[in-house]
């Protein structure tokens, strides 16, 4: 968005600070934007296989801590304040900050992957497990987080609260919502962890995108 915007100093671009930059800000408005969504932002590294083509993930769709804002999108050592600064600039002009969010699965991937956050913390209590130390998988990316859990339910509403609360965020799009949304027997749409975001009052005044499908099923319409 800002790599090639000369009125920015360039240690600057691509970083939250240009997001907010009034260069920025009067771009979008050129082109009538009202509400900007963001890949996600929460702190994320890239896949193992993929640092050893010599590659790295721009996406972001690899999270490693979801209450965290990626501190390779800072220009400074405080992401959290940029960050707040930069929503609260758009917010000014009139723009709307949505977050794509991914819960769904964690950066330590399938059981051979690394350990880095959750699965040291609790390994059997975090992740969907058809048996043993079988991880279900219904992201592709090698684990899927288990929001049949209470713990994991009330952390994901916690994360949530903080970007809508600390930084100000408008709403969010669920990355694979399907997969945050599954019981014993399939996809429910009120599971859990939806019933529980829409029984908190600041999360239910948001706006709240999924995206309906993984790899085991389609809910298109259904939520």
Known sequence: LTIFNEEIPEHERGTYKALGH??????????GVNCLELLPIHEFMTEPAIKARGR?????????????????????????????EAVR????????????????????????????HFRGIDNKGFYRRSSGDHYEDFTGCGNNVDTRRTWVVRMIIDSLLFWTEVIGVDGFRFDLATALARNEFGIETHSALM??????PLLRSRKLIVEPWDIGGYALGDF
């Open 22 to 31: 009034p260069s920025t800000i009067a771009y979008l408005q050129k082109l």
């Open 56 to 84: 790295q993930n721009h996406w972001g769709y690899n999270a490693l801590a979801f209450s965290s804002p990626h501190r390779g999108y800072a220009a400074s050592d405080d992401p959290i304040a940029e960050l707040k």
């Open 89 to 116: 600039n758009l917010h000014e002009a009139g723009i709307e900050v949505v977050l794509d969010v991914v819960y769904n699965h964690t950066a330590e991937g399938g059981p051979g992957g690394p350990t880095l």
């Open 195 to 200: 019933t529980a975001i829409i029984a908190e």
